[in-house]
């Protein structure tokens, strides 16, 4: 395993209304602060999505000398509703980004379970139940346009449907039974559980799926203290899951983003 970089890390500074990141700087930027050879973008920081600009993009990242591994995409549409336009207009926004992924030469995008609405509802649950079948139905939909691309689709434990470790293993799941494990999985948050979630039961259940992991970082201090959560112990279940890909960092900390993530660096290869 190696580290890599979830560039919401930056959104602050990406975001900043006096003295924005340009997001084409930021493969250089992160390569030369971090020493990080990979990156997850996200489709919110894309400037553009017309061919010169994703042309840019990617040659930023070789010049810099970093992989860039997938798309966090973040859309309107809810993949699991109850309301077909709102699962449709999902699948237009979502899947629109698939070939462009392709086109960037990036084999994955990250899209939201949706699901809010179900939430709070127990597993078993009319209404949850169908939500589930609605979510896989619309994943194997976006499945269908990714084999054709070669992108694969990952599901993250966020929130809606997917913060429940059990829909979200149940959903993925049966996405692979019907188009192979290579098609979807899951991109595993080690923080973005709900208060009531045993962590570490909830990452054992989603594990088996991974495809991608956030190796999320909230506060942490300059002896490298995290009080959120434990770091070693993710990792070994990370490793006792058998995962041997990139540990994406995502920084969401109070602090300076550029402190946080070179904090999470430290720690993280220090663990490694």
């Given at each position: 395993?190696d580290?890599?970089?979830?560039?919401?890390?930056?959104?602050?500074?990406?975001?900043?209304?006096?003295?924005?990141?340009?997001?084409?700087?930021?493969?250089?930027?992160?390569?030369?602060?971090?020493?990080?050879?990979?990156?997850?973008?996200?489709?919110?920081?894309?400037?553009?999505?017309?061919?010169?600009?994703?042309?840019?993009?990617?040659?930023a990242?070789?010049?810099?000398?970093?992989?860039?591994?997938?798309?966090?995409?973040?859309?309107?549409?809810?993949?699991?509703?109850?309301?077909?336009?709102?699962?449709?207009?999902?699948?237009?926004?979502?899947?629109?980004?698939?070939?462009i992924?392709a086109e960037?030469?990036?084999?994955?995008i990250r899209?939201?379970?949706?699901?809010?609405?179900v939430a709070?509802k127990?597993?078993?649950?009319?209404?949850?139940?169908?939500?589930?079948?609605?979510?896989?139905?619309?994943?194997?939909?976006?499945?269908?346009?990714?084999?054709?691309?070669?992108?694969?689709?990952?599901?993250?434990?966020?929130?809606?449907?997917?913060?429940?470790p059990?829909?979200?293993a149940?959903?993925v799941?049966?996405?692979?039974?019907?188009?192979?494990?290579?098609?979807?999985?899951?991109?595993?948050?080690?923080?973005?559980?709900?208060?009531?979630?045993?962590?570490?039961?909830?990452?054992r259940?989603?594990?088996?799926?991974?495809?991608?992991?956030?190796?999320?970082?909230?506060?942490?201090?300059?002896?490298?203290?995290?009080?959120?959560?434990?770091?070693?112990?993710?990792?070994?279940?990370?490793?006792?899951?058998?995962?041997?890909g990139?540990?994406?960092?995502?920084?969401?900390?109070?602090?300076?983003?550029?402190?946080?993530?070179e904090?999470?660096?430290?720690?993280?290869?220090?663990?490694?």
């Amino acid at each position: 395993m190696d580290l890599s970089l979830a560039t919401w890390s930056l959104n602050r500074l990406l975001r900043n209304t006096d003295k924005p990141i340009v997001y084409l700087d930021v493969p250089a930027m992160v390569r030369q602060h971090f020493g990080i050879e990979a990156l997850e973008l996200n489709n919110v920081f894309f400037a553009a999505r017309d061919g010169d600009y994703l042309r840019k993009l990617v040659a930023a990242a070789e010049k810099a000398g970093l992989r860039l591994l997938n798309i966090a995409v973040d859309e309107q549409g809810d993949l699991s509703s109850a309301d077909p336009s709102a699962r449709e207009l999902g699948l237009e926004r979502y899947g629109a980004w698939i070939p462009i992924a392709a086109e960037m030469g990036i084999g994955a995008i990250r899209a939201n379970s949706g699901g809010r609405a179900v939430a709070d509802k127990p597993a078993g649950d009319p209404a949850r139940v169908a939500a589930e079948q609605a979510c896989i139905d619309s994943l194997r939909h976006l499945c269908d346009i990714g084999k054709k691309h070669g992108v694969a689709i990952l599901v993250e434990n966020h929130w809606g449907l997917s913060a429940d470790p059990g829909s979200l293993a149940r959903v993925v799941a049966a996405v692979r039974q019907s188009h192979g494990n290579d098609a979807a999985g899951t991109l595993v948050d080690w923080g973005n559980w709900p208060q009531h979630i045993d962590r570490w039961d909830a990452l054992r259940q989603v594990f088996p799926y991974a495809m991608a992991v956030h190796a999320k970082v909230n506060d942490i201090d300059e002896n490298l203290n995290h009080p959120s959560f434990d770091h070693a112990r993710c990792l070994q279940i990370t490793r006792e899951a058998g995962y041997d890909g990139w540990l994406g960092i995502e920084y969401e900390g109070k602090d300076d983003p550029m402190t946080g993530i070179e904090r999470a660096v430290r720690k993280l290869r220090a663990l490694l």
